[in-house]
């Protein structure tokens, strides 16, 4: 099945597989400073990207949390300062700096994650902290996808609204800036868009 869905844009360059998405799905490009949430009526699902102006996404909190709840489907990238939306909280930063810190590992079985190998994510040409270097708690009802080895503090993580919504919150670099990568780490983004479309 294939899903709608928008990008909300506020970098230079349009990212590869955000121009070009995977397995038929169709992604809208709009500059965030030109959002209105009326264009929320004809998508899916909303990607919103690590490099966004968080304090303008906050003024549409009301809009974005309604989004959900009415069933709307919500990625949600990078290591959040100012939450714009009601279920998300700051990003912690985890341990201190030391690679044994942000060795990573699957923590339960998810469509979004399914094949992925922890290896591939926490390594990227050999160094360790490009997916994450800490966490964004979640709802208590959340399924924890991956989590940091050392302390099981949760790294990526999926949360149903309870009315049909669906949100995947990932506190790192953009997962579709791994679609290219030669390993099971190309596979989360177009995982990640089957299931914000299912």
């Known amino acids: 099945m294939s899903g709608r869905f928008l990008f909300l844009k506020n970098t230079v360059d349009t990212p590869g597989a955000i121009a070009e998405p995977p397995n038929g799905h169709q992604i809208t ?3 965030q400073y030109s959002f209105d949430p009326a264009a929320l009526r004809n998508v899916d699902g909303l990607l919103l990207g690590q490099h966004l102006d968080e304090r ?6 009301i809009s974005l949390d309604a989004f959900l709840d009415q069933g709307g489907r919500v990625a949600v990238m990078g290591p959040i300062a100012l939450p714009f939306m009601t279920c998300l909280v700051p990003h912690r930063p985890e341990g201190n700096g ?15 994650s399914k094949g992925v190998s922890a290896d591939d994510l926490t390594y990227r040409k050999g160094v360790v902290g ?12 959340a399924v924890i996808l991956t989590q940091f080895q050392k302390t099981g503090a949760p790294v990526d993580w ?3 609204s309870g009315t049909g ?10 997962v579709w800036g791994y679609a290219k990568e030669p390993n099971t780490s190309a596979q989360v983004f177009p995982q990640l868009l089957d299931w914000m479309a299912a």
């Open 56 to 61: 303008h996404l906050g003024a549409f909190r």
């Open 165 to 174: 919504g669906k949100l995947f919150v990932h506190p790192g670099n953009d």
């Open 130 to 141: 490009f997916w994450a270097r800490g966490c964004i708690a979640p709802p208590t009802e």
């Open 98 to 112: 030391h690679r044994e810190d942000w060795l990573l590992e699957v923590a339960n079985d998810h469509p979004v």
């Open 158 to 160: 999926v949360w149903d």
């Open 29 to 31: 490009i709009l500059d």
